[in-house]
């Protein structure tokens, strides 16, 4: 079986549920962390350029709702774990990109990568420190590059995925979809979509994988917690963590470095990676891991 670390992207307005339409509203809009405002997504016909992965979920595995970009069934975490000790396995190919990577793709992640490559900054928070170095490009390059040796094409088993990370085949590999240059998000968004699964490649870690989030879920305000990205409900989803180390706290820990300590970010690119970070700690569920988070973050 199949361990799939994904990514998804709504392609298409959720089936409606009680709560949702107040997120995507009935055009099935996606918020893309620009001061409130909303995107109109354009009907996908996805069509991979590999064959999708091999058969339908085994009789008693938990299926993939679709309600967050970042996700872990319950048994593909117990998976990951069980994993964790073996050798990535090579698919035998040279350098980065595998060859059928469209350039249009390689195009748009090397522009993220080097975006991040140039981030200045001033003193990181200690986990930052512990987790990525210094709040600089370089220290951000050397994560991503020690992690991830090839990208390839997949369709990461579902149609509105946008990357993966596939750890029982080669816990270094990173696939991508074309849906990673189908949509216009911030650059910040998207690089966080890359280093949270650069987090997942890590076996001597069991890969990060997800915790699953309290059922019922709900905000400092009483309401219901959904996903930034879908507007569905996450009560009960494996889309949590309860650990500030994980793929959602480091995720966390670096948005809000670039918010408070990049120096030479602009406004609008502080302002996405502070919007991303709120919304990525509140999938830190433990109460231990989160008060570690935003301690980190006093001055």
Partial sequence: MKLIACIFLLAFAVPAQAGQTESLGDTGRLFDGSGGAA??????RFTPSRPPAAGPAAHGRTKQSGSDLFYFTPEEAAEGAERSGLEAVSDGRSGLFDADVPADVQTQLRADLAF???I???EATPLHSRIFGAVSGDAYSSFFASRVKAIGMDDCGHSIAVACVK???NSSKLWLTQNYIRFSHPQVSRMMVVYH???HTETAHGNWHHAVCPAPFKDADGKDVRSIWTGASLAGEP????TPLGSYGSSTIMLKNIQLKCTSCTEKVRMDAGLYADDQLGRVTDAEARRRIEEDFKE
């Fill in 239 to 242: 889309a949590c963590d309860s």
């Fill in 39 to 44: 995107v109109a997504l354009p009907e996908i």
């Fill in 167 to 169: 750890p029982y085949w």
């Fill in 197 to 199: 699964e650069a987090r």
């Fill in 116 to 118: 991040i490559a140039g």
């Fill in 120 to 122: 200045q900054g001033r």
